[in-house]
């Protein structure tokens, strides 16, 4: 078994262990996170959780440096982007 997929598995345990057993959870959803790292030869990447990418110290000056940086950082959360994405493709046309 290769490793991104063992740590999507792990991940969704860990996921499914937060709800008690009165809430359902979407056992379907795999995002598109874990999907990257089940395929053959992402192996050696890891998940970073979505804490450090959310604490700001952790991203400082990234906002400077790369290009469309809130879209990036949605996609990356595995956030809906489509409206941030719509604005900016409104902004872009003007």
Do not use: C
Not at 28 to 47: A, F, K
Not at 72 to 91: C, E, F, N, R, W
């Amino acid at each position: 078994m290769q490793a991104g997929t063992l740590m999507s598995t792990q991940m969704m345990r860990l996921y499914s262990d937060e709800y008690s057993d009165d809430e359902t959870v979407d056992t379907d959803y795999v995002s598109w996170i874990e999907n990257y790292l089940s395929i053959p030869g992402h192996d050696i990447l890891v998940q970073v959780p979505d804490s450090y990418i959310e604490d700001p110290f952790n991203l400082q000056d990234l906002r400077h440096k790369i290009p469309e940086y809130d879209i990036a950082l949605q996609m990356i959360l595995d956030y809906d982007v489509s409206i941030a994405l719509q604005m900016t493709l409104d902004y872009d046309v003007r």
